[in-house]
């Protein structure tokens, strides 16, 4: 009998059984009778080995209730590890990460980030109608001056930085109020207004190296645009109409480009081409503006967005078609020849469809048209080009 004693109580300590009231407070089923009676036989030190059944459902009972937590899964079932996964794949993935991010020391970031050089489709809707009138300045069947090609496009990423700067150190008691903005290099405390402002002289200095490699006219036109430039981020608390300033300001290489190839300005075939370039951003600066509209009415910032409300799609319609229509009268006033006009039909395709698909009140859509641009102005260049080419 002490034998027996000692085996059970050597079980108990092994498989630590707890008392009785642990089981009758604990949730789930209550044990057969059968284990109560062999765990009250256990607990008084009595023979284990009495009822094989009831000691196999005492068992299963204290495993599955007691020794193991109730929110534990089988080590052999997947539905916890599928659960986890399914839950991994519904969260959004970040953003990739710009080649600023990835290739440029932490140092010089934030201000590759105020240049928006991460952020390249302002160059190209900067560079697009200097592009547009370098070409329609050359001499029929001869290509574009190469020289001048490549001095505009460096002087596009100059002043386009050198404007986004202006803006950003205008704009920065506005841009940490805005989602959109609130992660620029003022707005988020990365740079201070007075590195901004030395950084807009660097800029501003290699952008008069440019200048000052074009002809004399063209020095002139080059640095009253400049007036455009440090102007245009305060026309948003005036005027519900910043985008049509914008065009005015974003399309100066219209001028400027003929200006450096011709030393004058054609007005027959340079206004219809600036006019064509106004009323394009016109288009895509409004779909642009749409994602902030919230939050420009929060604080207090005007946008043709807002103006134009529900029937913006009617407005940009118009200007799109006068944008095509001016196109149109430049290239016929320049007498380029027929490569031309089926080009500029596509371009006017693009931009129908930008303007009947985008979905205003979704800002990942808005941006995506907003982007598309680049392939609007492409058209519209190689349609010139080709047209000098076979005129």
Partial sequence: MALLR?????????????????ISSSPGPVPSPAARRHHITLSRGGPCLRSPSASAAASSYYIDRILLPRSFSHPLSTSSRDRDKDKEESLPSPPPASWVERWLPEAARPYAMLARLDKPIGTWLLAWPCMWSITIAAMPGE??????????????VLLRGAGCTVNDLLDRDIDNKVERTKSRPFASGALTPTQGVCFLGGQLLLGLGILLQLNNFSRVLGASSLLLVFSYPLMKRFTFWPQAYLGLTFNWGALLGWAAIRGSLDPAVILPLYTAGICW?????????????????????????????????????????ASIGSLVLSGYNAELAWPYYPL???????????ISTVDLSDRADCNRKFVSNKWFGALVSSGILLGRLAS
């Fill in 344 to 354: 500029l039909t596509a371009a006017a395709a693009h931009l129908a469809w930008q």
């Fill in 143 to 156: 290509l574009p001056d190469l020289k001048m090609l490549a001095l505009f496009g460096c002087g596009a």
């Fill in 6 to 22: 000692a085996a059970a109580a050597a079980l108990r300590r092994r498989t630590r059984v707890p008392p009785l009231s642990a």
């Fill in 281 to 321: 951003t016109l288009v895509y600066d409004t779909i642009y503006a749409h994602q902030d509209k919230e939050d420009d009415l929060k604080v207090g910032v005007k946008s043709t967005a807002l103006r134009f409300g529900d029937s913006t799609k009617q407005w940009i319609s118009a200007f799109g078609a």
